[in-house]
């Protein structure tokens, strides 16, 4: 009777930790890297992403109290996971339409994965929220062939954007030359002299619009200034970096993107800008909170 005991006892332990019945975030099971994960919505196809595929998603960073500093579409080409816990363990963990919150390490995901600091409102022992909700899943070849098909169809739209941008320029006699990128820098009010270096953390207000001055975004209508690492991948397009690497702390700047350093050759994931499209985008400034700078003292490549 007691050796039953006994192995009934043994049964319900290794059930009840198989299930992480105890975790700390209820709701959510664990894997064995120690990834907290909790699905929230169940997708039509069983096939999950592997390593080398481009996965396009809604992806939402929180602080443990549930507090977003980062929301945005994205593309990305998954990588086999780089240490346990990595945010790739997340996205490989999913299929299309599958939507899921996963609880991990602030600090790995900063310091392993974007390779900066800490942002200053996240303490090193802080876990964090990452939503991703799977829109699809293109294999490296489907990738390709989707991108060569596309640039086929829409080859002379990149000379159609030329005549739109001389006309907006020449209509709104901008007379200052475009920095080697294509970039035109307006500055509306100055700043305090301070710059962004790589890795600081930086606070911006923005207002995205066509050169018609149609919104398609606004921080400031949201009231919700954005805030992330400057210079590290997944953040903002290469002409919003370039423009805020010439910016100072405090600084009010207008701001003419044009596609090659914006939106590309295939428009926003969104679908909202089309492709080779240029952008204006109006940016102030609000804070930088400095990354690194005592060991990379010339990390701003804008000077």
């Known amino acids: 009777m007691f050796k039953r005991l006994l192995l009934v006892f043994t049964v319900l332990i290794f059930i009840i930790s198989s299930c992480d019945y105890f975790s700390k975030y209820p709701g959510y099971s664990k894997t064995k890297s120690g990834t907290y994960y909790k699905l929230l919505k169940f997708g039509e196809s069983s096939i999950k992403a592997k390593p080398g595929d481009y996965i396009t998603a809604d992806i939402k960073y929180k602080t443990i109290k549930d507090s977003v500093f980062f929301e945005g579409r994205r593309r990305l080409q998954i990588t086999e996971p780089s240490f346990p816990g990595a945010i790739d363990e997340c996205f490989l963990m999913l299929a299309e339409g599958e939507m899921a919150s996963f609880i991990i390490s602030a600090n790995d995901f900063f310091k392993k994965t974007l390779e900066t600091t800490l942002p200053a409102f996240i303490q090193i022992e802080d876990p964090m929220i990452v939503d991703i909700d799977v829109i699809d899943i293109l294999t490296e070849m489907e990738y390709l062939k989707e991108k060569e098909a596309f640039l086929h169809w829409i080859e ?64 400031k209508r949201r009231n919700s200034p954005f805030q992330f690492v400057y210079g590290r991948k997944w953040q903002v397009i290469e002409g919003l970096e370039e423009a805020i690497g010439r910016m100072q702390e405090g600084e009010r700047a207008l701001f003419i993107i044009p596609s090659q350093i914006g939106f590309g050759e295939t428009g926003s994931s969104t679908g909202i800008i089309p492709p080779y499209t240029s952008t204006l985008f109006e940016v102030e400034l609000l804070e930088i909170k400095p990354g690194l700078r005592q060991e990379n003292p010339d990390l701003n490549k804008y000077d």
């Open 156 to 219: 002379d739209f990149g000379d159609y954007e030329k005549v739109i941008l001389r006309q907006y320029i020449e209509e709104e006699r901008i007379d200052i030359n475009p920095t080697k990128s294509g970039l035109y820098h307006l500055t509306i009010e100055s700043g305090n002299g301070n710059k962004v270096f790589l890795g600081d953390t930086v606070t911006v207000h923005y207002e995205g619009k066509f050169l018609n001055n149609k919104f398609f975004d606004s921080t």
